[in-house]
């Protein structure tokens, strides 16, 4: 117990006694980088208050022990809190306290974010504990599961959101209502409409739109609503192809999210001004535009940070120059979106390759970049993963973080998992062959448990390497193996799908359609998940097999790279260690040299095998791993002035 003074709008205002509750280390650089030591967090209890100061240790190669007796002595010299910081509302948002030395650090990582280059690592080193600052945060996708999902996108948007909102932020996913006629309309049968319906001004006129809201595990999920989301097909398209109308779709989405925040009273408030937008991929990228082009000119969201998450750089948004003036932009912010395709990639002589590219105008517009996988955050940078933006992309490096996907731990565990037909466990393993005969028994595979099982689930496009497994099925075949896929894109590879399936009776299955039950059955019962991704900013099919026990042969990329661990069978003194194996150059070869390793191992070794398929299920995939490295790029985005004011 010590007395403090605690000092507020410029006059001592009372004193009193206040607790010391605990000490933490905050994750540190390597000292050379630094010049100085550790960071240290001390969380005070002063009423009911609890105050969290952080400061940072002189003695950078101090043990731990050292480090408490370097605050103890800290301590005993006494601080002061100078005062509430306050927000342009008046709320107070932070602390100023500061040591009698004058070297507070209220802030350390204003230091961090200032030296830039190096960020990554003081992202993995963030507490794993509840945060200390807290934020509004407005998630923009176009789609987020379990009410729309197509891939990824909207795994992470379904997953992340009520994460952040456990670790005490205040979260909004601001997604449409898709309506398709089918039975997956239910999935928004829990939202209620708003008495809140506005208007935006787009493409030529204004369009009303109406909000729907469901608070569900912490999180507001607010629905947009419109009659260009009413139709048949996914959210992007139908048998037909890609909706011609999707600029206005998304452009629409972009103009409601900005508004959501400052109209919508969900519990009772708005978000208000001060929010942090994270904008998915192309369809949200016109917010950090908006903001800068319509917003903050007149005074609003000048407080407000916006970080643009990109899952897959391959879809840009990109449309004719003269749809610009569809978008409800001034026009001139042209410069934001122009984009000019290469000689190469124009149609014919007189095409300008003049065009409009929404993710490129968040590019240039938004605070920070994130992308979901260390990998993928470096090779997009490229030429080779660039498509296009690389030199853009590398200009906004200083503010480019990468951050591996989590995994909703709850709706994949094979130990609780209802699509199985048997549950298991990494002390008990006997269910996964039970999964893996009810598989064969359901898709009419010979039943024969010893028989590998290799499976691959994914949308059925040339990321996926589709071409790949085509050319590779009939030299695969020969083993005595089983395969089995489930995807849908391409026609032409639901119709090689088919076409195998009748060549290869025994030995192979192709399921053409989205079915996430049957994704479930394929990831417990299959021994081996092929993904043999031309690029993969993360990936998460391999995260949910190895979390079942099922070994990922991988290609060499992206967040693939970073996430599986290849097999070694001699290190650790010939015990291995690894979870699974990762194949490059992507040839037809060396894909086929990976898989055979792996169905050797698989015969001849089995508890190599076992020891690779442990090693995978309790591999940390979870979310909290994330999202503590998330809160450390908000705080980032919260240092710096917006980047367009
Ligand atoms: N036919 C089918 N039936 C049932 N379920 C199916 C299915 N086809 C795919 N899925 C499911 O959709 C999800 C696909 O996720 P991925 O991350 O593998 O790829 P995607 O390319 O869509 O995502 C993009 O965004 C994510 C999220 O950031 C990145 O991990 C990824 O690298 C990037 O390409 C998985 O949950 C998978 O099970």
């Known amino acids: 117990m010590e007395s403090l003074c605690i000092v507020g709008n410029g006059g001592v205002s009372t004193c009193q006694a206040f607790t010391r509750l605990d000490t933490t280390r905050v994750g540190s650089r390597p000292r050379a980088q630094l010049g100085f030591g550790c960071f240290v967090r001390e969380r005070y209890k002063y009423g009911n208050l609890v105050i969290a100061r952080s400061g940072r240790s002189e003695v950078g190669n101090s043990k ?8 103890e002595k800290e301590e005993k010299r006494g601080g002061l809190i100078l005062g509430p910081e306050r927000d342009s509302s008046g709320s107070v948002i932070g602390f100023n306290l500061i040591p009698p030395s004058g070297d507070g650090g209220v802030l350390e990582s204003h230091e961090d974010a200032t030296t830039g280059g190096t960020e990554e690592a003081d992202i993995e080193g963030a507490e794993k504990v509840q945060t200390r600052v807290t934020y509004n945060i407005v998630f923009v996708t176009s789609e987020a599961a379990p009410y729309s999902k197509t891939g990824g996108l909207g795994d992470v948007c379904g997953s992340l959101p009520i994460v952040l909102a456990a670790r005490g932020h205040r979260v909004m996913v601001v997604s449409p209502r898709y309506l398709h006629g089918g039975l997956a309309d239910k999935n928004f049968a829990g939202a209620s409409e708003l008495d809140c319906h506005i208007k935006v001004y787009c493409f030529g006129g204004e369009q009303e739109v109406a909000f729907f809201h469901e608070y569900r595990e912490g ?4 629905f947009l609503d419109h009659p260009s989301y009413h139709r048949p097909g996914n959210p992007y398209g139908d048998s037909q192809g ?13 103009h409601a999210a900005c508004e959501a925040p400052l109209v919508l009273p969900l519990g009772g408030y708005t978000y208000g001004e001060k929010c942090l937008f994270l904008v998915n991929d192309w369809h949200a990228g016109l917010v950090p535009v908006l903001l800068a082009s319509k917003y903050r000119p007149y005074g609003v969201y000048k407080d407000a940070r916006t970080i643009l998450v990109i899952h897959n750089l391959a879809h840009q948004g990109v449309e004719p120059a003269v749809t610009y003036t569809n978008l409800g932009l001034p026009s001139e912010w042209y410069g934001a979106l122009g984009w000019v395709f290469p000689t190469w990639a124009r149609t014919h002589a007189l095409d300008t390759g003049e065009a409009v590219n929404l993710l490129k105008g968040a590019i240039v517009t938004v605070d920070r970049i994130l992308t979901v996988s260390k990998g993928y955050a470096w090779e997009i940078t490229t030429v080779e993963g660039g498509y296009g933006l690389h030199e853009l ?3 906004r490096r200083s503010v480019l973080n990468g951050i591996t996907n989590g995994i909703d731990i709850y709706e994949w565990n094979p130990s609780s998992d209802k ?3 048997s549950n298991y466990s990494v002390d008990d393993l006997s269910g996964k062959v039970q999964c893996k005969i009810a598989l064969q028994k359901e898709l009419g595979l010979p039943i024969k448990p010893d028989c590998p099982m290799i499976g691959f689930i994914g949308r059925l ?16 075949l020969e083993d005595d193996v089983q395969f089995v896929m489930l995807g849908s894109g391409d026609p032409l590879y639901e119709d090689w799908m088919r076409a195998t399936e009748s060549t290869y009776k025994d030995k192979f299955r192709g399921w053409v359609g989205f079915n996430i039950p049957i994704s479930h059955k394929i990831t417990a019962g299959a021994d081996i998940l092929l993904m043999p991704s031309r690029f993969e900013p993360c990936g998460l099919n391999q995260l949910y097999a190895m979390r079942y026990g099922t070994v990922p ?3 060499g990329t992206g967040g693939l790279r970073d996430t599986v661990q290849a097999f070694d069978p001699y290190s650790k003194g010939g015990l291995g260690e690894g979870t699974g194996w990762i194949f490059s150059p992507l040839s037809k070869e060396s894909m086929l040299a990976a898989l055979r390793v792996a169905i050797m191992t698989y015969r001849d070794h089995k508890s190599s095998w076992e020891g690779i398929m442990k090693r995978g299920m309790v591999r940390d995939s979870t979310w909290e791993n994330a999202a ?13 002035p917006p980047y367009i004011n």
């Open 242 to 254: 890609a909706f011609g109308d999707n600029q206005f779709r998304f452009a629409l989405l972009c």
């Open 553 to 555: 042969v991988v290609h």
């Open 461 to 476: 496009d040339y990321q996926k390497g589709i071409d790949l497994i085509r050319w590779a099925t009939p030299e695969l």
């Open 219 to 222: 999180v507001d999920w607010v």
């Open 64 to 71: 731990d022990g050292n480090f408490a007796v370097e605050n």
């Open 628 to 640: 503590v490295q998330y809160e450390q790029v908000f705080e980032w985005a919260f240092i710096d």
């Open 419 to 421: 699509h199985i037909a």
């Open 393 to 395: 992309l590398s200009s």
